[in-house]
């Protein structure tokens, strides 16, 4: 196998092992922190908590771009998440929520 094959791979196998973090889902919404825009949500169905800071993530509410506040009024949110532990200002968080799509009425509480 020529060395230009073998970087090849060897780059798919690091995006491959990169992108394993990064998973997409439904989430129940517990619980919104609008001064830290820090998220508590539990999957769906196996009730995994995790604590997201979502002060970089995209939101859209019915395809349409949505504030952060706005989140409040729903009790079940589609996330793009990362989850990679660290701190934020001195509160340990889960991950990073990427994007946060909210698709239907029947999400509202």
């Known amino acids: 196998m020529s060395k230009s094959k073998l970087w090849i791979l ?5 995006f491959c092992t990169v992108s394993l973090a990064v998973e997409s889902g ?9 001064s830290e825009k820090l998220i508590l949500v539990s999957q769906i169905p196996s009730k995994t908590k995790y604590l997201l800071d979502a002060a970089s993530a ?5 395809e349409k771009p949505a504030e952060f506040s706005q989140l409040k009024e ?3 949110i589609q ?4 989850l990679r ?3 934020r200002n001195g509160v340990d968080v889960d991950g990073a929520a990427l994007e946060i799509r909210v ?7």
């Open 79 to 82: 996330v793009k998440v990362d």
């Open 85 to 87: 532990k660290s701190n």
């Open 26 to 34: 439904s989430y129940r919404l517990l619980s919104v922190s609008d």
């Open 58 to 62: 995209k939101i859209m509410v019915d």
């Open 74 to 76: 729903f009790s079940v």
């Open 103 to 109: 698709s239907n009425a029947e999400s509202r509480k």
């Open 10 to 14: 060897a780059g798919l196998l690091a």
